[in-house]
């Protein structure tokens, strides 16, 4: 079975209300939701790392452009729509939604990170980015950037009046965000520096569960 990933946000394939099974390659059996293209990204390269094909398992990785589309995609493509098998990561800050949504569209009443996680859906602390920066580490982040030719531009961040009195992680982070489609490429170049034993618990539990 080979099953293609998807690669474009739900804004641009439609409209969230025309998401269903149709829209997905035939053969898919798991969604992953996500919510954008650099987490996508980073989920498909640690799948790579682990020898994965999740393609050839049925799993797409779908960025949900947005995490307030959580809702919509578990009505449409769980067990009161397409029925597919659902996981998904969210940001810190999107945790409590998450746990209500998840309520609403009948998946149980999680109330820990724990009861979220039986479910197959994870926190990552505060996002995907700043969990790999954490696991890789600031000076071998920098060694990413500096390998990329990114170096100067990065040094010129972390001089603007803005960013004084923080931390270099925070710095980082900032980083990433800004620049154009600078966030989805740093995303799977900060896996792929990674050993295995170093990947964010949020994604190793959530290639586990699929």
């Known amino acids: 079975m080979q099953v293609a990933s998807i690669t474009t946000p739900a804004a641009k394939m439609g409209g969230v209300d025309d998401i269903g099974r149709d829209s997905l390659p035939a053969g898919a ?26 393609a050839a398992e049925g799993v797409v990785v779908f960025p949900m452009g947005g995490a307030t589309n959580i809702g919509r995609f578990l009505e449409l493509l769980g067990p009161r729509g397409a029925g597919l098998t659902l996981t998904g990561l969210c940001d810190a800050g999107e945790e409590a939604y998450f ?43 920098e060694r990413v950037i500096d390998a990329q030719g990114d170096l100067n531009a990065f040094r010129l961040l972390q001089q603007q009046p803005a960013q004084r009195g ?26 792929d520096a990674l050993d295995q034993a170093r990947v964010p618990t949020p994604l190793t539990l959530l290639l586990e569960h699929i």
């Open 166 to 191: 923080r931390s270099v992680e925070q710095h980082l982070r900032r980083f990433m965000g800004s620049g154009s489609g600078r966030k989805i490429r740093y995303a799977s170049l900060l896996v």
């Open 99 to 141: 746990r209500r949504t998840l309520e609403r569209a009948g998946f149980g009443s999680p109330t820990t990170r724990a009861e979220m996680a039986d479910l197959g859906f994870y926190v990552c602390d505060a996002d995907l980015e700043d969990e790999l920066i954490r696991s890789l580490g600031a000076t071998d982040v």
């Open 29 to 54: 059996r798991a969604v992953v939701l996500v919510e954008g293209l650099s987490d996508q990204a980073a989920v498909e390269a640690v799948a790579r790392q682990r020898g994965r094909d999740l």
